[in-house]
């Protein structure tokens, strides 16, 4: 089945630093690609998406690429801050009604 | 974007008590519902899939009598928790799917059980 494996945490970084989570995924037909920001007692909020290879997902700094020939989509930001201290999940969506897929998510902890 | 409601935020209940938590799709109609839990530091276990009108589909290990799915509308989904036991203390989040079925799920802000 689907599944997507993301890199382990925690990840602890200083404010301003160059932030990658490692995604990678299986999946049997085309997935659209997802990453999720959960911040401390929340729910998850949607950060970026991208539908189609070579598709780049972006918001609030954060990127990511669809890459089928790596089946990889590694969330990257240039530039961390305090605020973005959170658990980030990597998911795939391969029907148009079936369930997302998560990886088990990374917690990022940016210090000043 | 869409937004989804979960209520209560928080719950606390004694054991053996039936604790029923709502979702919530505000501005759009949701076909599809699911129903997650997650455990301290640990990613969202898919617990069933709702669709509205008909019996929600339980994931492998789910007990489907312990945690009752109700999808009455296109815009409220509740999961009753039966006869709690501590061991069902976790944060249950919801999520929905709008009527045109796109990829995105709207994710609820997610309700804290504790049964005492």
């Known amino acids: 089945g689907d599944s997507v494996t993301q890199m382990e945490g925690p990840v602890t970084l200083s404010e301003e630093a160059f932030l990658t989570i490692n995604c990678t995924y299986t999946a049997t037909g085309y997935p659209s690609l997802f990453w999720y920001v959960q911040y401390p007692g929340e729910g998850l909020q949607l950060l970026l998406k991208?539908?189609?290879?070579?598709d780049k997902g972006s918001n609030k700094g954060f990127e990511a690429t669809y890459r089928k020939e790596t089946t990889s989509f590694h969330l990257e930001k240039g530039s961390v801050q305090v605020s973005d201290s959170a658990v980030y999940f990597c998911a795939l969506s391969d029907l148009g009604n079936t369930p997302l897929v998560f990886g088990k998510g990374t917690r990022l902890s940016v210090i000043a | 974007g869409a937004v989804v409601s979960q209520h209560p935020s928080r719950v606390i209940c004694k054991s053996g008590t039936s604790v029923k938590i709502e979702c919530r799709s505000l501005?759009?109609?949701?076909?599809?519902m699911f129903w997650y839990r997650q455990f301290p530091k640990k990613s969202l276990m898919l617990m069933a899939t709702?669709?509205?009108?008909?019996?929600?589909?339980?994931e492998q290990g789910v007990e489907k009598d312990k945690f009752l799915i109700n999808h009455a509308s296109l815009t409220l989904s509740t999961l009753t928790v039966t006869s709690a036991h501590p061991e069902d203390s976790s944060f249950y989040i919801c999520?929905?799917?709008?009527?045109?079925?796109?990829?995105?799920?709207?994710f609820g802000p997610g309700t804290r059980l504790t049964v005492t």
């Open positions: 709702s669709n509205e009108g008909s019996k929600a589909t339980y």
């Open positions: 501005d759009f109609q949701a076909t599809t």
């Open positions: 991208a539908t189609k290879a070579d």
């Open positions: 999520s929905a799917r709008d009527f045109a079925g796109n990829y995105e799920q709207y």
